[in-house]
């Protein structure tokens, strides 16, 4: 990672990597052009309370849902069954494709009507505003509008919510009985839950308030591309698996 060398300007410390400082110099050198009035306390509220709470509630909920129906099917023995014909081989790729609306479906709703609550209780005015506002402690990667800002936190959280899905889909099929399935989803609820937290807080923060995941990694966009990477891997290894069972043997 490239260190800036020249003194930081008023207001920017060596504490972030020179692609951050550039970013911060950019929107300082002209507050009018990417500022706004906007209170730290709406964006505190979307880090610590909207995002992270939407994170854990979508892991949890598509896991305890969607987890004892998929190994449901093992258990009695359906796949047998489905395995004893050419279409019957094929409904496994179908019944992916059906979780994954269904939770689709259910992520929509939740991040929906729970960003509907915030925008009509507090948001409302502050839609049009610029992020990076001047009454604000932090700076953050996107210089756009609150509208925007949010929209793209939707995004990413609908992102997480289809790669739980994906993860879990695996997981089950791969499970033999109940127990096998809690010991393999309680873990991977409880990293779901722990890159919530680190991940989410402060969404897209570069400086000041900035998230976890982004302090650590330095990455820019860290939190969004965490997400879509976790939805690649597990679409990936879910697919892979539907591929493989269709040739398995009886």
């Known amino acids: 990672m490239e260190w800036a060398t020249k003194p930081p300007p008023p207001g920017i410390s060596y504490g972030i990597p020179k692609a951050a400082q550039n970013h911060a110099i950019k929107v300082l050198r002209e507050p009018d052009k990417y500022s706004g009035i906007l209170p730290q306390t709406l964006t505190v509220s979307v880090g610590t309370g ?7 509630i979508l892991s949890g909920s598509l896991s305890i849902m969607l987890a004892p129906v998929l190994t449901r099917d093992n258990l009695s023995k359906m796949r047998q069954l489905q395995y004893s014909s050419r279409k019957g081989r094929k409904l496994l790729r ?14 929509a709703t939740e991040i929906g009507v729970t960003f509907a609550v915030f925008i009509k209780a507090a ?10 506002s001047v009454m604000s402690e932090s700076l953050f990667w996107y210089t756009g509008t609150v509208g925007d800002w949010l929209t ?4 990413t ?8 899905t994906c993860i879990v889909f695996l997981l089950s099929n791969l499970s033999k009985n109940y127990i096998a399935l809690l010991l393999c989803v309680v873990p991977m609820v409880a990293a ?3 890159l919530s937290y680190g991940g989410l807080q402060y969404p897209f923060a570069l400086w000041g308030a900035q ?9 820019p966009w860290s939190e969004a591309v965490a997400c879509g990477a976790l939805l690649g891997i597990g679409g990936a290894l879910a697919g892979w698996m539907i591929k493989k069972n269709r040739r398995a043997e009886v």
């Open 157 to 164: 959280l609908f992102a997480l919510a289809l790669a739980v």
């Open 211 to 219: 998230t976890p995941l982004y302090s650590i990694t330095k990455v």
């Open 152 to 155: 793209i936190i939707a995004v």
């Open 192 to 194: 779901f839950f722990t």
């Open 94 to 107: 179908t019944q992916f494709w059906a979780i994954l609306t269904v939770a689709a479906l259910i992520a």
């Open 123 to 132: 948001w409302g005015p502050f839609l049009h505003t610029r992020l990076n």
């Open 50 to 56: 909207v995002a992270v709470s939407l994170g854990v």
